[in-house]
Protein backbone atom coordinates (compact mmCIF):
# COMPACT_ATOMS: atom_id res chain seq x y z
CA UNK A 1 0.00 0.00 0.00
CA UNK A 2 1.52 2.96 -1.20
CA UNK A 3 1.51 6.39 0.13
CA UNK A 4 0.07 9.28 -2.31
CA UNK A 5 2.82 11.10 -3.07
CA UNK A 6 0.68 14.71 -4.00
CA UNK A 7 -0.81 15.68 -0.60
CA UNK A 8 1.11 18.98 -0.30
CA UNK A 9 0.15 21.49 -2.44
CA UNK A 10 2.52 23.75 -4.58
CA UNK A 11 0.32 26.81 -3.49
CA UNK A 12 -1.54 27.35 -0.36
CA UNK A 13 -3.88 29.64 -2.30
CA UNK A 14 -4.46 27.41 -5.69
CA UNK A 15 -7.50 26.46 -6.89
CA UNK A 16 -8.89 23.95 -9.06
CA UNK A 17 -11.17 24.59 -12.05
CA UNK A 18 -13.52 21.54 -13.09
CA UNK A 19 -12.01 19.14 -15.23
CA UNK A 20 -13.18 16.16 -17.17
CA UNK A 21 -14.53 13.75 -15.30
CA UNK A 22 -12.88 10.23 -14.94
CA UNK A 23 -14.62 6.93 -14.45
CA UNK A 24 -15.02 6.04 -10.68
CA UNK A 25 -14.55 1.80 -10.62
CA UNK A 26 -17.20 1.59 -7.91
CA UNK A 27 -19.47 2.99 -9.92
CA UNK A 28 -19.07 1.59 -13.05
CA UNK A 29 -22.13 -1.21 -12.62
CA UNK A 30 -20.51 -3.76 -15.27
CA UNK A 31 -17.82 -4.10 -13.27
CA UNK A 32 -17.95 -7.32 -10.23
CA UNK A 33 -18.28 -5.74 -7.07
CA UNK A 34 -14.82 -7.05 -5.41
CA UNK A 35 -13.09 -5.96 -8.32
CA UNK A 36 -14.78 -2.23 -8.69
CA UNK A 37 -13.83 -2.02 -4.72
CA UNK A 38 -10.11 -2.79 -4.98
CA UNK A 39 -9.45 -0.43 -7.98
CA UNK A 40 -11.79 2.18 -6.31
CA UNK A 41 -9.42 1.66 -3.29
CA UNK A 42 -6.69 1.51 -5.09
CA UNK A 43 -7.20 4.59 -7.04
CA UNK A 44 -7.96 6.80 -4.29
CA UNK A 45 -4.88 6.20 -2.02
CA UNK A 46 -2.16 6.30 -4.92
CA UNK A 47 -3.42 9.01 -7.18
CA UNK A 48 -5.95 10.92 -4.25
CA UNK A 49 -5.38 14.35 -5.99
CA UNK A 50 -6.34 13.35 -9.30
CA UNK A 51 -9.09 11.46 -7.61
CA UNK A 52 -10.70 14.21 -6.25
CA UNK A 53 -10.59 16.68 -8.85
CA UNK A 54 -12.24 14.61 -11.63
CA UNK A 55 -15.00 13.65 -8.91
CA UNK A 56 -18.35 14.15 -9.72
CA UNK A 57 -20.16 15.88 -7.22
CA UNK A 58 -23.96 15.18 -7.97
CA UNK A 59 -23.24 12.00 -9.47
CA UNK A 60 -25.77 9.80 -6.65
CA UNK A 61 -25.55 8.97 -3.28
CA UNK A 62 -25.94 5.11 -3.43
CA UNK A 63 -22.78 4.12 -4.82
CA UNK A 64 -20.49 6.52 -1.93
CA UNK A 65 -22.92 4.88 0.66
CA UNK A 66 -22.51 1.72 -0.34
CA UNK A 67 -18.54 2.07 -0.30
CA UNK A 68 -18.63 4.15 3.14
CA UNK A 69 -20.69 1.13 4.77
CA UNK A 70 -18.60 -1.43 3.55
CA UNK A 71 -15.14 0.50 4.49
CA UNK A 72 -15.95 1.72 7.64
CA UNK A 73 -17.80 -1.65 8.73
CA UNK A 74 -14.59 -3.05 7.97
CA UNK A 75 -12.58 -0.61 10.09
CA UNK A 76 -14.67 -0.39 13.34
CA UNK A 77 -14.57 -4.17 13.40
CA UNK A 78 -10.90 -4.69 12.60
CA UNK A 79 -9.94 -1.97 14.67
CA UNK A 80 -12.37 -3.35 18.12
CA UNK A 81 -10.54 -6.70 17.01
CA UNK A 82 -6.94 -5.20 17.96
CA UNK A 83 -8.43 -3.48 20.93
CA UNK A 84 -10.10 -6.51 22.10
CA UNK A 85 -6.64 -8.72 21.94
CA UNK A 86 -5.17 -5.60 23.33
CA UNK A 87 -6.97 -5.98 26.14
CA UNK A 88 -7.55 -10.01 26.56
CA UNK A 89 -2.89 -9.57 26.21
CA UNK A 90 -3.64 -7.48 29.43
CA UNK A 91 -5.52 -9.24 30.94
CA UNK A 92 -3.70 -12.58 30.85
CA UNK A 93 -0.95 -10.40 32.46
CA UNK A 94 -3.11 -9.55 35.40
CA UNK A 95 -3.37 -5.84 34.37
CA UNK A 96 -6.32 -4.38 37.36
CA UNK A 97 -6.57 -1.85 34.05
CA UNK A 98 -8.20 -4.56 32.12
CA UNK A 99 -9.77 -6.35 34.26
CA UNK A 100 -11.55 -2.89 35.75
CA UNK A 101 -12.91 -2.64 32.04
CA UNK A 102 -14.25 -5.86 32.00
CA UNK A 103 -15.73 -5.80 35.16
CA UNK A 104 -17.24 -2.23 34.82
CA UNK A 105 -18.69 -2.78 31.47
CA UNK A 106 -19.47 -7.01 31.49
CA UNK A 107 -17.93 -7.09 28.42
CA UNK A 108 -18.73 -10.47 27.21
CA UNK A 109 -19.37 -12.83 24.16
CA UNK A 110 -23.07 -11.35 23.76
CA UNK A 111 -21.91 -7.37 24.20
CA UNK A 112 -19.16 -8.10 21.51
CA UNK A 113 -21.57 -9.60 18.93
CA UNK A 114 -24.28 -7.41 19.70
CA UNK A 115 -21.81 -4.24 18.96
CA UNK A 116 -20.46 -6.14 15.96
CA UNK A 117 -24.27 -6.17 14.67
CA UNK A 118 -24.73 -2.41 15.49
CA UNK A 119 -21.73 -1.17 13.38
CA UNK A 120 -23.23 -0.89 9.95
CA UNK A 121 -26.35 1.14 11.15
CA UNK A 122 -23.55 3.28 13.01
CA UNK A 123 -21.46 3.74 9.89
CA UNK A 124 -24.42 4.98 8.02
CA UNK A 125 -25.58 7.40 10.58
CA UNK A 126 -21.97 8.98 11.16
CA UNK A 127 -21.48 8.71 7.04
CA UNK A 128 -25.24 11.10 6.86
CA UNK A 129 -24.44 13.20 9.91
CA UNK A 130 -20.47 13.92 9.13
CA UNK A 131 -21.98 14.98 5.49
CA UNK A 132 -24.33 17.40 7.05
CA UNK A 133 -21.76 18.92 9.07
CA UNK A 134 -19.18 19.34 6.60
CA UNK A 135 -21.92 21.10 4.23
CA UNK A 136 -22.60 23.10 7.13
CA UNK A 137 -18.59 24.47 7.33
CA UNK A 138 -18.72 24.72 3.50
CA UNK A 139 -21.77 26.82 3.44
CA UNK A 140 -19.66 29.01 6.21
CA UNK A 141 -16.46 29.28 4.42
CA UNK A 142 -17.38 29.18 1.23
CA UNK A 143 -16.67 27.00 -2.15
CA UNK A 144 -17.90 25.67 -5.27
CA UNK A 145 -21.07 23.31 -5.23
CA UNK A 146 -21.41 23.54 -0.99
CA UNK A 147 -24.63 20.74 -1.84
CA UNK A 148 -24.90 17.75 0.89
CA UNK A 149 -24.50 15.48 -2.58
CA UNK A 150 -21.21 16.93 -2.86
CA UNK A 151 -20.14 16.37 0.98
CA UNK A 152 -21.65 13.39 0.81
CA UNK A 153 -19.49 11.71 -2.14
CA UNK A 154 -16.53 13.42 -0.40
CA UNK A 155 -16.88 11.64 3.24
CA UNK A 156 -17.58 8.57 1.57
CA UNK A 157 -14.61 8.08 -0.41
CA UNK A 158 -12.70 9.45 2.24
CA UNK A 159 -13.07 6.23 3.74
CA UNK A 160 -10.51 4.53 1.05
CA UNK A 161 -7.49 4.67 4.19
CA UNK A 162 -9.47 2.27 6.79
CA UNK A 163 -7.75 -0.83 4.89
CA UNK A 164 -4.88 0.24 6.78
CA UNK A 165 -7.12 -0.69 9.91
CA UNK A 166 -6.02 -4.61 8.95
CA UNK A 167 -2.13 -3.23 10.71
CA UNK A 168 -2.19 -4.89 14.50
CA UNK A 169 -2.51 -1.87 16.94
CA UNK A 170 -1.39 1.27 14.87
CA UNK A 171 -3.47 0.45 11.93
CA UNK A 172 -6.49 2.58 13.26
CA UNK A 173 -4.37 5.89 13.80
CA UNK A 174 -3.04 5.19 10.48
CA UNK A 175 -6.04 4.89 8.75
CA UNK A 176 -7.53 7.90 10.77
CA UNK A 177 -5.06 10.58 9.80
CA UNK A 178 -4.64 9.40 6.24
CA UNK A 179 -8.75 9.40 6.39
CA UNK A 180 -8.04 13.69 7.23
CA UNK A 181 -5.71 14.40 4.92
CA UNK A 182 -7.90 12.59 2.19
CA UNK A 183 -10.81 15.14 3.30
CA UNK A 184 -8.41 18.22 3.08
CA UNK A 185 -7.29 17.24 -0.36
CA UNK A 186 -11.03 16.51 -1.59
CA UNK A 187 -12.26 20.28 -0.03
CA UNK A 188 -9.31 21.62 -1.97
CA UNK A 189 -10.02 19.80 -5.60
CA UNK A 190 -13.64 19.42 -5.61
CA UNK A 191 -14.64 22.59 -3.60
CA UNK A 192 -11.56 25.25 -4.65
CA UNK A 193 -11.23 26.21 -1.48
CA UNK A 194 -7.51 27.27 -0.32
CA UNK A 195 -5.75 25.45 1.54
CA UNK A 196 -6.15 27.46 4.78
CA UNK A 197 -9.80 27.43 4.07
CA UNK A 198 -9.87 23.79 3.47
CA UNK A 199 -8.70 23.34 7.13
CA UNK A 200 -10.68 26.02 8.78
CA UNK A 201 -14.06 23.96 6.87
CA UNK A 202 -12.13 20.72 8.70
CA UNK A 203 -11.91 22.13 11.56
CA UNK A 204 -15.35 23.57 11.74
CA UNK A 205 -16.46 19.95 10.76
CA UNK A 206 -14.85 18.24 13.42
CA UNK A 207 -15.92 20.45 15.54
CA UNK A 208 -19.22 20.05 15.14
CA UNK A 209 -19.37 16.10 14.86
CA UNK A 210 -17.22 15.67 18.32
CA UNK A 211 -20.01 18.16 20.02
CA UNK A 212 -22.85 16.33 19.18
CA UNK A 213 -21.00 13.15 20.14
CA UNK A 214 -20.00 14.72 23.41
CA UNK A 215 -23.49 15.85 23.52
CA UNK A 216 -25.25 12.49 23.09
CA UNK A 217 -22.60 10.66 25.07
CA UNK A 218 -23.43 12.86 28.71
CA UNK A 219 -27.36 11.99 27.40
CA UNK A 220 -26.37 8.30 27.25
CA UNK A 221 -24.42 8.13 30.63
CA UNK A 222 -26.63 10.06 33.00
CA UNK A 223 -29.15 7.53 31.47
CA UNK A 224 -27.45 4.28 32.69
CA UNK A 225 -26.41 6.06 36.06
CA UNK A 226 -29.75 7.58 36.23
Known amino acids: MNLPVDWVENDAGETYAPALRVSIPWEDPELPVLVALFRTIRMILSRPGEFFQHLEPQAGLGAPLGFALILGTIGLLTSGYWQLIQLLVIGKMGSWLSLAVFKSFNIGPKIVVGVAL????????????RSLFLQLALLLVGGRDPSFG???????????????TFIPF???MVAS??????????????????SLWAVVALLLASGFYLMICGILTLIVVGALVG
Not at 118 to 129: E, K, M
Not at 150 to 164: K, Q, T
Not at 177 to 194: D, H, M, P, T
Open 118 to 129: LVPLLVVITQFV
Open 150 to 164: AAFRVIAYSHAPLVA
Open 170 to 172: LGG
Open 177 to 194: LWCLILEFKALVRVFGLS
